[in-house]
């Protein structure tokens, strides 16, 4: 019974994706038009994509620039997130910095940053690490302004100094909400990964979807959207598991006993 | 070397007078505590307390809420800083908190990342023990609190006792002098309440260790303390210290039938609501 369970709900989000690609393949024959090939079709194009060295040179471009743009946000917004957090000052100082950023499309920057940076990698990156700075920030504040302050007097009576304390007791405190941020950091990363590579066309995943949709080879426009959505569901599910490895104390306790048996 | 006449009024050296207070391990010395509230008002919390605490004493300090008796807990713990007034250990002013001072509160306040060997670890860790010899005294202390077998459990997947009694095996474990114990068991049902107050009860009466209990429970604080102080509201003042003069070690289910227990609660609670009266008439 609950193995029968468990193995149902392993296959759902299988059995999810193929029901969508059906509804796409049945759509498709009905519509029967030039620019809306078959599910069956574009799935065949995608090993001819990924299988030419060009092509497959420039969606491994994209990656590295969304790790590159994704890493640094990540390893500048959680310090500053905490310290906004834990001193009122320091978030006196970031806060409106922060709230003129934040409701700005960070694609909608491209053509200014383009102007000083080029069209090449710093450009694209620097877009990146802004779309995935403000979530990581503001989940960081979020969870380090929630941390008990009885917690951080316990460690103050054991000898911990202030940084030890930001270090050893914020931190791990607010973990979970950190990687939340961080969740959303890497979605927003490949957004603003094909974003930046539509206006700055010159290479990464972007910039082949959009030179085939202008060449009307819309089989590789649709492989390519696969390939997209696909490549986020991997990362979304590979940090998730992540995340779970890192905050399963924060969890509901069934969950812990679960993973332990 | 002058010997000095009042050595209670001496802020100075720790030596002399650490050696003419020998039995004094704090004393809290005219302290005074005001909070900023909005604007130019402010709320003073504490007026005026003077208190000694000697070495191995357990005292309650038992007041309504409100009364400021946590503030003057967290100021021995050098969490808040006095207005006015000086609190000091062992003859040294406390200007922050330090291990010499092991805090438990009504919160638990457990580090829930760790697991109940990793929080009892933690402040031996801290002081450099390694890690074997600190895992050997923490089981040791986690047996002694009545949680072996919980040694890998998340906070998370334990009740509120269990929680309390990591957070006191946790302070145990890197051998404060003082406990200060804020409410701590003001968060549990009575019949875990109960259970844990004769567990510390036999935790203390090993090693006897100076402990600081704030509580609003008469009962509670009669049952455990040597001395009690009770304390007024708004702004709080010692209104009385009782000395609990009942023999040791203690087994409640005699104490509650012991007319001299019942004196002292009733006695007590009488005081407590007189300056409940006398803050409503003012």
Known sequence: ?261 | MQVPLRPETDTGSGVTSAHHRARAMIEIDRVSKRFETSGRKSHLALSDIALTIDDGAFVSILGPSGCGKSTLLYIVGGFVAPSEGIARMKGAAITGPGPDRGPVFQEFALFPWKTVLGNVMYGLRQQGVKRGEAETQSLRLIEMVGLKGFEHFYPKELSGGMKQRVAIARTLAYRPSVLLMDEPFGALDAHTRTRLQNDLLNIWERDRKTVLFVTHSVEEAVFLSDKVVVMTRAPGRIKEIVSIDLPRPRVRAELLLDSRYQKYVVDIERMIDDGRDDAEHS
């Open chain 1, 1 to 261: 019974m609950t193995f029968a369970r468990r193995i149902i709900s392993k296959l759902s989000p299988f059995l999810a994706c193929l029901g969508l690609l059906a509804v796409w393949q049945l759509a498709a024959l009905w519509l029967d038009t030039e620019s809306f090939p078959t599910a069956w079709h574009a799935l065949r194009t995608v090993p001819q994509v990924l299988g030419d060295p060009e092509q497959l040179l420039n969606i491994l471009d994209s990656i590295r620039r969304m790790a590159i743009g994704f890493s640094l946000a990540v390893a500048i917004s959680i310090p500053l997130g905490l310290a906004m957090g834990r001193s009122a000052r320091v978030a006196a100082f970031f806060n409106p910095l922060l709230m003129m950023i934040y409701p700005v499309p960070k694609a909608a920057l491209m053509p200014i940053i383009m102007l000083w940076l080029g069209v090449g990698d710093a450009s694209k990156t620097l877009v990146i690490f802004l779309g995935v700075s403000l979530p990581v920030i503001y989940h960081a504040f979020q969870g380090a302004r929630a941390v008990e302050e009885k917690m951080l007097w316990s460690g103050a009576a054991m000898g911990l100094n202030g940084l030890q304390r930001m270090v050893r007791i914020v931190l791990p405190a607010a973990l979970p909400e950190i990687l939340t941020g961080c969740r959303t950091g890497l979605v927003l990363a490949l957004i603003t990964m094909v974003t930046s590579e539509m206006i700055a066309r010159q290479s990464g995943a972007g910039n082949i979807l959009f030179n085939a949709m202008d060449m009307a080879q819309y089989d590789t426009v649709f492989a390519m959207i696969i390939i997209i959505g696909a490549l986020g569901i991997v990362l979304d599910a590979a940090f998730d598991k992540l995340r779970w490895r890192l905050v399963k104390w924060a969890e509901p306790h069934q969950e812990i006993l679960l993973g332990a048996s």
